[in-house]
């Protein structure tokens, strides 16, 4: 069992009850619905990516993960709303997501879009109880109000669904997959580093590491629609390149995309030098191996 | 002209041109259309109710309305996030909102669910920004984001969903009218006074006041709704009943909703009677009196 394998035996149990402890129901019968539709996409949540980068920077800063966990099940919360929202008929109009039914499809529109909302406006919530001090708060809930808005999340999706139907161009298609997934994952490394006083310099080091892993995630992801396993993946296989044209391997060849993906794996490697050698760090190397290697 | 027509004569330009700066679109080019989206509802927004709200709190404080005026745009801008989602036709299927084509009748489905999860987003992230001392920042967030998630404005969005084509009981609908809007204009009464650094005490009159006549609003609304019209309303007549079977005349009468509705507006006006007399305070009591008076 490597290290990634170890944080993932320790950290997913971790994460799942705070987010079910997070989201608990309310006394009030008639909330009882939209409670169980939030929990629905989040209990059907994959790889947990995002919480992990949380908790592991924490312990690459030998800090004690209780300061992150709740960012990290934040974090999760605002993913899980946008893949609610873009799994909606008037969006990707997806049927299953991880091999379940969507949101939508249990629940219907008018709940699925609510329940989104509603795990947005959770995060924030959460995140006023960050138990830090108060400075430290505000920068942690602006870092990731700013990478969820249209500077980052929001804006890849818009461009996103703009681009259906579209070739675009290499800028066009980096600037999708940079915000789209790639700044929330980036936010996850540097409000955790923030909430764990972490320098300048070192917020930097995650940052790069969270920017490359983030863009080769992408590609893998790019290249798994193209070669992937409908079973495996849980999901129409090539469904990307239906309703957007271009992809990575598409723009560049299937060569070319893991030439990129490899030396975005590198760079995110020789960010971590400096943080020196630890267990956590040993994970996020893994964890960057993984997203080259995983097969869904 | 009343107090409370001086107020708005001075609050509307200042809120408009703030909401204006706070919403300016980005560098991006691939960003127009998202921003443009956001700004259409937020431009077509109607009485600026809230955001008078929160500058009048400031103002019967006796503070500066500086304090506030990010408070009172954010507010804004989630309320008209709730109305961009109500609006779609998962939800109450709307082509009009103040005599304006909706926002997905302009936009497309996609670009307005995106939208308003941008302008929840956006609200967070000016609310980061607040020009008051750390602990402040996170209080005014926490009752925000409380007042707008499941316990307050999206609870009662997805109730009065549930009861959509139903008879529904006293109860149910007060749940919907406290929760759907009066949870909001409660929270730009409680958030401004916490920005003003308030007692408990005050913090407690100003959200008496702010139950009151947020419950007042909705009654008038309901009785709008079935004597209004069309023209003044910039919406069809009668949709509310359209969809859901029960409004407060259909429970108590025509006469019993109006003697509820004057009772809490003489409850809000009570609430307000230890603030003492000021241009502010004398705008409230106006604007009490106005939210039975008006006539869309």
Same mark, same amino acid.
């Given at each position: 069992?490597?290290?990634?394998?170890?944080?993932?035996?320790?950290?997913?149990?971790?994460?799942?009850?705070?987010?079910?402890?997070?989201?608990?129901?309310?006394?009030?019968?008639?909330?009882?619905?939209?409670?169980? !539709?939030?929990?629905?996409?989040?209990? !059907?949540?994959?790889?947990?990516?995002?919480?992990?980068?949380?908790?592991?920077?924490?312990?690459?800063?030998?800090?004690?993960?209780?300061?992150?966990?709740?960012?990290?099940?934040?974090?999760?919360?605002?993913?899980?709303?946008?893949?609610?929202?873009?799994?909606?008929?008037?969006?990707?109009?997806?049927?299953?997501?991880?091999?379940?039914?969507?949101?939508?499809?249990?629940?219907?529109?008018?709940?699925?879009?609510?329940?989104?909302?509603?795990?947005?406006?959770?995060?924030?919530?959460?995140?006023?109880?960050?138990?830090?001090?108060?400075?430290?708060?505000?920068?942690?809930?602006?870092?990731?109000?700013?990478?969820?808005?249209?500077?980052?999340?929001?804006?890849? &999706?818009?461009?996103?669904?703009?681009?259906?139907?579209?070739?675009?161009?290499?800028?066009?298609?980096?600037?999708?997959?940079? @915000?789209?997934?790639?700044?929330?994952?980036?936010?996850?490394?540097?409000?955790? !580093?923030?909430?764990?006083?972490?320098?300048?310099?070192?917020?930097?080091?995650?940052?790069?590491?969270?920017?490359?892993?983030?863009? !080769?995630?992408?590609?893998?992801?790019?290249?798994?629609?193209?070669?992937?396993?409908?079973?495996?993946?849980?999901?129409?296989?090539?469904?990307?390149? &239906?309703?957007?044209?271009?992809?990575?391997?598409?723009?560049?060849?299937? @060569?070319?995309?893991?030439?990129?993906?490899?030396?975005?794996?590198?760079?995110? @490697?020789?960010?971590?030098?400096?943080?020196?050698?630890?267990?956590?760090?040993?994970?996020?190397?893994?964890?960057?191996?993984?997203?080259?290697?995983?097969?869904?």
């Amino acid at each position: 069992m490597n290290s990634l394998e170890q944080s993932l035996q320790h950290a997913i149990p971790l994460i799942n009850q705070r987010l079910e402890e997070l989201l608990s129901p309310s006394d009030e019968p008639l909330l009882t619905t939209i409670h169980e !539709a939030m929990l629905y996409s989040v209990r !059907a949540g994959g790889k947990r990516l995002r919480p992990l980068l949380c908790l592991l920077t924490a312990g690459a800063l030998r800090q004690d993960e209780s300061r992150v966990l709740d960012i990290a099940c934040a974090i999760e919360m605002i993913h899980t709303y946008s893949l609610i929202h873009d799994d909606l008929p008037a969006l990707d109009n997806d049927d299953l997501r991880r091999g379940k039914p969507t949101n939508h499809r249990v629940y219907g529109e008018a709940m699925a879009i609510l329940a989104g909302d509603a795990l947005l406006n959770r995060a924030f919530e959460v995140l006023c109880q960050l138990p830090l001090a108060p400075d430290l708060v505000i920068r942690v809930i602006a870092e990731i109000a700013s990478s969820s808005g249209t500077a980052g999340m929001i804006g890849g &999706q818009v461009v996103d669904i703009q681009s259906e139907g579209k070739s675009i161009d290499m800028p066009t298609m980096r600037y999708i997959h940079e @915000n789209k997934t790639g700044r929330i994952i980036r936010s996850c490394l540097v409000s955790s !580093a923030i909430a764990c006083q972490a320098t300048a310099e070192q917020i930097e080091l995650f940052d790069r590491y969270g920017y490359n892993i983030g863009l !080769a995630f992408q590609i893998a992801d790019d290249i798994l629609d193209i070669e992937g396993d409908e079973a495996t993946m849980g999901k129409p296989v090539g469904s990307d390149l &239906q309703n957007r044209k271009s992809t990575w391997p598409a723009l560049v060849g299937m @060569n070319g995309a893991r030439k990129a993906m490899q030396e975005m794996i590198d760079e995110a @490697n020789r960010a971590l030098d400096p943080l020196g050698d630890s267990p956590a760090v040993t994970a996020l190397r893994d964890l960057a191996r993984f997203i080259i290697e995983r097969k869904n």
